[in-house]
């Protein structure tokens, strides 16, 4: 079986302290559907990743479709992550689009460093994107978590719900997103021959180390209830078999602190 697959017990160990063994220096985080770049801070993911010695550089939004940021000036010799602000509702090629943008304005202040993309959620998929619409980013490490690589049957039922009646009525209960993600959905419906997921699977990925962070299935309590576990595995991606890492954390599909501990041992295990 491809890639190593440590279990989320094991991953308390030795996660904290110095981090003068740290494999990349400029880290991207990006956030997952209905969620924003705050979603990193509540989870406690970048206070796992300040605890082991990353700076936090700020966020980076694109909000009204221009570049907005509040960074800070980096400090050589410091890993640094970055949070990404997308319109998390837009088509996943738009969102890439977005993301292309911020991942220049961000590498270009760490110029010669190794890089990261971190993307949960709908966020990993975006993120993979992007490495394949531009390998000349040279990207060094995806880590994705709970990331619906394979696609998910929520978004399926999404898109079937925004064309019935209840999709007129969705703006009126405070439920617009359902019409507004409608493009989103059908990007994210299970892989099956000529959809986006399919296309995106079997192209060729540029040579990068892949990590997916997958949740382990649990109780129904515990368990992911939006994507499958066996969908956010990239070792199932055609062009990645062979390629890819697991890192299993019993969880539900929103972020938590153990995607932070996580995140630090895969960053340290290089």
């Known amino acids: 079986m491809p890639g190593p697959v440590w279990m989320a017990g094991l991953l308390v160990l030795g996660l904290f302290g110095s981090f003068s063994s740290a494999w990349a220096d400029v880290m991207i ?3 997952g559907y209905f969620s924003d770049d705050k979603s990193w801070d509540e989870s406690g993911v970048t206070t796992s990743l300040e605890t082991a010695g990353w700076w936090d550089g700020g966020r980076v939004s694109t909000a009204g479709g221009s570049i907005q940021e509040r960074v800070k000036i980096p400090t050589p010799g410091h890993p640094t992550f970055y949070r990404a602000d997308l319109p998390s ?5 738009l969102q890439a689009s977005f993301l292309k943008r911020i991942s220049d304005r961000i590498f270009a ?3 010669g460093e190794k890089r990261i993309l971190v ?3 709908a966020g990993g998929v975006v993120a993979r994107l992007l490495m394949v619409l531009h390998p000349e980013l040279k990207i060094d490490l995806l880590v994705t978590i709970a990331a619906p690589h394979l696609g998910t049957d929520k978004a ?3 898109s079937l719900v925004g064309s019935t009646p209840l999709g007129m009525v969705a703006p009126m209960i405070g439920a617009d997103t359902l019409n507004r993600s409608q493009h989103l959905y059908a990007d994210l419906a299970r892989e099956r021959p000529g959809n986006f997921l399919y296309r ?3 192209q060729q990925h540029p040579k990068a180390r892949y990590v997916a962070i997958v949740r382990k299935e649990g109780t129904p309590l515990s368990g992911d209830m939006t994507v499958p576990s066996w969908s956010q595995d990239l070792r199932r991606v055609a062009a990645l078999k062979g390629q890819a890492e697991t890192v299993a954390v019993v969880a539900g599909h929103a972020l938590n602190r153990m995607d932070g501990r996580a995140l630090v041992h895969i960053l340290r295990s290089n």
Do not use: C, F, T, Y
Not at 89 to 93: R, S, V
């Open 29 to 31: 985080l990006v956030h």
């Open 89 to 93: 509702e837009a088509p996943i090629e």
């Open 109 to 111: 202040k760490h110029p």
């Open 119 to 121: 993307g949960h959620s």
């Open 156 to 158: 399926e039922v999404a």
């Open 200 to 202: 995106l699977n079997h």
